[in-house]
């Protein structure tokens, strides 16, 4: 099992920033890939950002130039660093954890609440 620890959510103005923390525990060997989905109320949870084991990144159209995804140094952790904070960002972010085998697991989410 692997279980995953979010933290660095809050409340901030529009054009603002925060960062995002999430601390992965137990069988983390397993892990191929660790992102960032949001889900805000009403929608689906969507992806963000995901970083892999190699250190290849990806990101949704909306954040990119906005938001990076990084690990620590023990690569248990992984970063979010998001910059230039809209409305429209506002959403429960969770952090996910997936093996070569498809398996996903999931942090219990932390909330991101950006202010106009």
């Known amino acids: 099992q692997v279980q995953l620890v979010e933290s660095g959510g809050g409340l901030v103005q529009a054009g603002g920033s925060l960062r995002l923390s999430c601390a992965a525990s137990?069988?983390?060997?397993?892990?191929?890939?660790m992102g960032w989905y949001r889900q805000a109320p009403g929608k689906q949870r969507e992806l963000v950002a995901t970083?892999?084991?190699?250190?290849?990144?990806n990101y949704i159209d909306f954040v990119k130039g906005r938001f990076t995804i990084s690990r620590g140094n023990a690569k248990n952790t992984v970063y979010l660093q998001m910059n230039s904070l809209k409305s429209e960002d506002t959403s429960v972010y969770y952090c996910?954890?997936?093996?070569?085998?498809?398996?996903?697991?999931w942090g219990q989410g932390t909330q991101v609440t950006v202010s106009s």
């Open positions: 137990g069988f983390i060997a397993n892990i191929n890939a």
């Open positions: 996910n954890g997936r093996t070569a085998g498809g398996t996903s697991y």
């Open positions: 970083i892999t084991r190699s250190g290849s990144t």
